[in-house]
Nanobody
Framework: QVQLVESGGGLVQPGGSLRLSCVAS????????MNWYRQAPGKQRELVAS???????NYEGSVKGRFTISRDNAKNTMYLQMNSVKPEDTAVYYC???????????WGQGTQVTVSS
């Protein structure tokens, strides 16, 4: 059974840093583009960053230069390094990929990130 498990969220002060992790199981992690999404209260879920199987990355405009997405295929793990965080980064962060065989989006349970002084 496919499972995505996020961790690393918490409370951080503005300007601080946090690293999120997503551990995948039950899938061939190395062949998929992996994504980080976030959803703030009262807002739609939005794509934050993506990384292809070849480690080509893409970022949403407001996080460019502050967040870094990476992956370790040997550990079936994806990361999101969040630097210079802002209160508007407060959200639940989700790990995601699109499963070709089932034509479904697969989501983790999410990890809460709160940026506040």
């Amino acid at each position: 059974q496919v499972q995505l498990v996020e961790s690393g969220g918490g409370l951080v002060q503005p300007g601080g840093s946090l690293r999120l992790s997503c551990v995948a199981s039950g899938m061939i992690f190395s062949i998929y583009t992996m994504n980080w999404y976030r959803q703030a209260p009262g807002k739609q879920r939005e794509l934050v960053a993506s990384i292809t199987k070849s480690s080509i990355t893409n970022y949403e405009g407001s996080v460019k230069g502050r967040f870094t997405i990476s992956r370790d295929n040997a550990k079936n793990t994806m990361y999101l390094q969040m630097n210079s965080v802002k209160p508007e980064d407060t959200a639940v962060y989700y790990c995601n990929y699109f499963s070709g065989p089932t034509l479904k989006n697969v989501w983790g349970q999410g990890t809460q990130v709160t940026v506040s002084s």
